[in-house]
Structures are given as C-alpha cells and as structure tokens.
C-alpha cells in the first residue's frame, strides 16, 4: 500500500517535469492537431486608416443624451400652376350582352355518405347559376 501510493507519486511528478521541460509543446489542444501551415510572405492591413466610409465607434445616435441636429428650413419655390389633366377619351358604347336567366332548382336531397364526389347528374343545376359558361364539351 505504501509502495504504491509512492508508485503514482512518482509518476505523476516524472510526467510534470517532462512536460515542463519541454519547450515545443503546448498545453493549447487546438495547436496538437493543426496541421496546415502558415502562407509565406508579409502580413500588412488592406485598410490602415480604417475602412472608407463607415465610421469608427460606436453610432451618434446611439449614444445617451443624443440631440439630433435641427432641420433646415426647406427652401422657398415658387409655385407653379398646376397643369390640367387631359380628358380621357370616350369608350364606344357596346352593347349589353343579356344576363341568363336565373331558374329556381329544387332543394336537392341529401348525398349518401358512400359518394364523397357529387355525381355529374348532381352539379349540372349548380353549374347552370354560375355566372361561368359551362366547360367545353370534350
């Protein structure tokens, strides 16, 4: 039992110096398993000054005790006289097609539940109070 306990002891502050010793290695686990390596050349900003037209910080507006800036005055123009609007042109009168007569139907009797589809028979008088022309005939 004492063996052991000195065993692990041992063990564990062999492993400590080893690591310590060692200068390559890294406790960073992302850098163990990278493998690409770096492009060559120089690495230089594309903006040094910062990017051209976006300003840098935090927004005016967003900053507290913000007092947008006054409007000016819209300029003084001098009024024109509104120009007439043409006449629209007159539409030939055509003539009134006459509207088909509308017939009263019998109440219809209750569909079967078997049929969830009505019958072709069944949809002839729905069909004749459309306002529709019927489908051609095939």
């Known amino acids: 039992m004492r063996f052991r306990r000195f065993a692990v002891a041992a063990s564990l502050l062999a492993c400590a110096l080893m690591l310590s010793g060692c200068e390559s290695m890294s406790m960073d686990p992302t850098e163990w398993f990278n493998t690409k390596k770096p ?23 967003l900053v507290k005790d913000y007092q947008p800036p006054p409007e ?22 055509q003539a009134a097609a006459p509207a088909p007569a509308r017939t009263t139907t019998a109440p219809q009797q209750a569909v079967p539940a078997q049929a969830p589809w009505p019958s072709p028979q069944q949809s002839a008088p729905q069909q004749a109070d459309s306002p529709f022309p019927p489908p051609p005939q095939r």
């Open 72 to 93: 000016p005055a819209p300029p003084v123009v001098a009024e024109e006289k509104p120009k007439p609007k043409p006449k629209p042109k007159p539409r030939p009168k």
């Open 39 to 61: 492009l060559p050349g120089d690495r230089k900003e594309v903006f040094p000054g910062g990017v051209p037209g976006v300003p840098q910080g935090v927004p005016q507006d």
